[in-house]
C-alpha cells in the first residue's frame, strides 16, 4: 500500500500541509541562516533582539490596519498559556464561550475556576457554527476565528446588545495572518505564531484595545492572586518595552517578523486572505465535484479557508490515503486526532502555494485510484 508512487506530476513542489507546526518558506530560513544565526546566543535586554521584537510589533500593528489605540502584546508559551493568563488577568466575573471545537472548549476549560463564575458555553457540534449572544454580567465573550479542529470559521464582530465594558476575545491563532477582519472589532485577537506566519512555537502574541489594557491593568491592581508568568499585565510592561518576561526562542521571532516582512511586501492582510481564499475553493471545489469526498463543513459560510476538513466515503480508508500521501513526501494530511472521523485535513496556510494544493488533489485522486 505504502509503496504506491504518486507520479511526478501529481508531487507538491513543498508537500507540506500540516495545521502546525506549518510549511516555513526557504526564503525565511535561509534569511535565519545569514540574519537571524547572529542573533543567536545573545541577551533579549540589548538592542538587537528588542529592534527584533519592536520589528513584529510593528509589522503586525500594519498587518492589521493600524488600528488606533491598539498595542502588541507578546507573552511566553503558548496559545494554552494564553487561556490561564486569561483566567487570571483579563477575564473579570463571567465570560460566554462559543464552543464548535477543541481548541474552543480548551479555553471553556480554563475559565473554570474558584474566583470566576461558571461560564455559559454555547456548544456546536463539530462542522457546525453557532453564535454568541448577548447575556447580562457577562464581561468577556470567547471564540475561535478558526476552530484548527474542524475547519469552521467564525466572523470577527463584537456581539450586539452586551454589556457595556464588555471585551471580545479571539483566538485567531490558525487566522491571524490568513484570514482578512477588522480589528475594531474585537479586543484581545491572540495567537500563536507556527500556523499562517511559518514560525515555531513558545510565544503568544496578541492584538490589544485600550479596553483590554485598562481591565489587565485594573485586575493587576486588585487582590486578586496572580502569577507574574500568567500576569498580562506583567506581559503589557515588558512588551512597551520591546521585550519578552523570560528569554523568549529568538528563532521564533526571527522568522515570525520575516514573515510578516513579506505579507506586507506583498499587499498586506488583504493579498494573504486572497491566496489563503483561491487555495481553500480549489480544495471545496475539488470535494463538491468528487465521487468519494466531500466538505467536511456542510455550510459554505461557515468553512474556513485557511484549514480544509474533507469527509472520505467509506469505500475509502482516508488514513491509508494520507500514509501514501505521506510515503511520498506529501506530509501531515492526516485528520485531528480526536476528531474521529474519515477524512483528511489540508492547511491552506498563506504560504501555501495554490499550484500544490492543485497537485494534492491529483495525488489523492490518483492514490484512491490505485487504492481502490
Not at 493600524?66 to 463571567?94: C, H, M, Q
Not at 494520507?322 to 506529501?330: D, G, H, P, Y
Request: glycine fraction near 8%.
Amino acid at each position: 500500500m505504502a509503496d504506491i508512487k504518486i507520479p511526478a506530476e501529481f508531487i507538491p513542489e513543498d508537500g507540506r500541509f500540516g495545521c502546525g507546526p506549518s510549511k516555513i518558506r526557504p526564503a525565511q530560513l535561509a534569511a535565519f541562516a545569514t540574519e537571524g544565526a547572529a542573533l543567536m546566543g545573545t541577551s533579549h535586554r540589548q538592542a538587537p533582539v528588542k529592534n527584533l521584537v519592536k520589528r513584529v510589533q510593528e509589522g503586525l500593528l500594519e498587518l492589521f490596519h493600524n488600528p488606533t489605540g491598539y498595542e502588541i502584546v507578546l507573552g511566553n508559551g503558548g496559545s494554552t498559556a494564553f487561556w490561564d493568563a486569561a483566567a487570571f488577568s483579563l477575564v473579570e466575573r463571567k465570560a460566554q464561550n462559543l464552543v464548535h471545537g477543541e481548541f474552543g472548549a480548551k479555553f471553556a476549560t480554563a475559565l473554570t475556576n474558584p474566583w470566576l463564575e461558571k461560564p455559559t458555553v454555547i456548544n456546536g457540534e463539530p462542522g457546525s457554527r453557532l453564535e454568541l449572544r448577548a447575556e447580562a454580567g457577562v464581561d468577556s465573550y470567547a471564540y475561535a476565528q478558526n476552530e484548527t479542529s474542524t475547519g469552521v470559521a467564525t466572523p470577527v464582530t463584537r456581539v450586539a446588545g452586551a454589556d457595556a465594558g464588555a471585551l471580545m476575545f479571539t483566538d485567531a491563532t490558525s487566522a491571524a495572518g490568513g484570514i482578512d477582519f477588522d480589528a475594531n472589532q474585537t479586543d484581545v485577537y491572540y495567537f500563536a505564531p507556527q500556523k499562517n506566519f511559518a514560525s515555531d512555537g513558545g510565544l503568544w502574541v496578541s492584538l490589544m484595545s485600550p479596553a483590554a489594557v485598562e481591565r489587565a491593568e485594573r485586575i493587576a491592581a486588585s487582590d486578586r492572586y496572580i502569577p507574574e508568568f500568567l500576569s498580562v499585565k506583567t506581559a503589557i510592561d515588558n512588551s512597551r518595552l520591546n521585550q519578552t518576561l523570560n528569554t523568549p526562542a529568538i528563532a521564533t521571532l526571527f522568522l515570525l517578523a520575516e514573515q510578516i516582512d513579506w505579507m506586507n511586501a506583498n499587499g498586506g492582510l488583504a493579498w494573504a486572505d486572497s491566496r489563503t481564499r483561491a487555495a481553500s475553493a480549489h480544495l471545496y471545489d475539488w470535494a463538491e465535484s468528487s465521487k468519494f469526498a466531500t466538505p467536511f463543513v456542510s455550510n459554505p459560510d461557515h468553512r474556513s479557508q485557511v484549514v480544509v476538513t474533507i469527509d472520505f466515503d467509506e469505500s475509502v480508508d482516508a488514513a491509508a490515503v494520507a500514509k501514501v500521501l505521506r510515503a511520498n513526501s506529501i506530509v501531515d494530511t492526516d485528520p485531528y486526532r480526536k476528531l474521529g472521523r474519515n477524512q483528511l485535513r489540508v492547511a491552506t496556510f498563506t504560504a501555501t502555494e495554490l499550484a500544490d494544493v492543485q497537485k494534492l488533489t491529483g495525488a489523492i485522486d490518483y492514490v484512491v485510484s490505485q487504492l481502490g
